[in-house]
């Protein structure tokens, strides 16, 4: 069953020039304008489609906004166990980046 896209929840907004920014932090590397919509459901951890100008897709996932248990809500654990199984027979997206500067995008 396909997933549901929306546009960004208020609560889950962020500042998709900052990530623009994160983004293009090599030389010569601007995704242009960013499309972000939000997949419905994971509120656990809220999931964002964002595509560039180009074309390029990306997923992104956060922690959600406010006051979180200190183990809750683990994205660096994801994206570490994701990563250590890329070239294993287990199916898992590739892993582009972990980023942990909440001037980012807010968490």
């Known amino acids: 069953m396909p997933s549901t896209l929306l546009s960004p ?5 962020f ?3 900052a990530v623009r920014y994160w ?3 090599e030389p010569g590397e601007d995704p242009g304008a960013l499309h972000v919509l939000q997949f419905e459901g994971g509120m656990s951890n809220p999931t964002f489609l964002i595509e560039t100008a180009s074309g390029a897709r990306y997923v992104l996932r956060k922690k959600p906004p406010g006051e979180l248990l200190p183990k809750a809500h683990a994205v660096n654990r994801e994206y570490r166990i994701m990563a ?6 287990v199916r898992v997206p590739k892993m582009i980046a972990y980023g942990d500067d909440p001037a980012v995008i807010g968490v």
């Open 15 to 17: 500042d998709d020039q």
């Open 23 to 25: 983004l293009a932090r």
């Open 9 to 13: 929840r208020t609560i889950h907004h």
């Open 84 to 89: 250590a199984l890329a070239d294993t027979p």
